[in-house]
């Protein structure tokens, strides 16, 4: 079999559509996570702990103080932005739950679905072998 009637083949599979439709379903649901953890979360959360703003905590490694992030940035100066990686935490952990139900729904109606029946067996040539000998017999 060619390289290439191998790949068709394995694109073919419906696995593979499958992944790549989870891979855009699930980029497209993390920006809204982004979205919603800096939009929205975020903000409540800093206006709770006093008019912080997450997005500006950052600490300076080269023993300067700056009064925010961008004059940081424009000075070059090397920084810990320890709010953005709050916030990607944030984002990580309702990936992870929104994940968790999913699955667990899914686990769930996977496990109340009925049986499929199965369909009985052929008998094999000995089981049938056999029955014709006692059927002969019984006559």
Request: glycine share 6%.
């Amino acid at each position: 079999m060619s390289m290439i009637s191998e790949f068709k083949e394995f694109i073919a599979r419906g696995n593979v559509v499958d992944l790549a439709i989870a891979v855009v379903i699930g980029a497209a649901f993390g920006k809204i996570v982004t979205a919603l953890v800096d939009g929205i979360i975020m903000p409540v959360v800093g206006m709770a702990m006093g008019g912080v703003d997450f997005s500006q905590l950052f600490v300076s490694l080269d023993g300067n103080d700056y009064a925010n992030l961008a004059l940081a940035q424009e000075a070059a100066a090397p920084v810990i932005t320890y709010g953005a990686f709050i916030q990607t935490i944030i984002d990580f952990l309702l990936i992870a739950l929104v994940i968790f139900l999913m699955l667990r729904t899914y686990n769930r109606m996977r496990n109340t679905a009925p049986p499929e029946e199965e369909a009985a067996a052929e008998p094999t040539e000995e089981v049938v072998l056999l029955r014709e000998i006692r059927d002969s017999l019984k006559r």
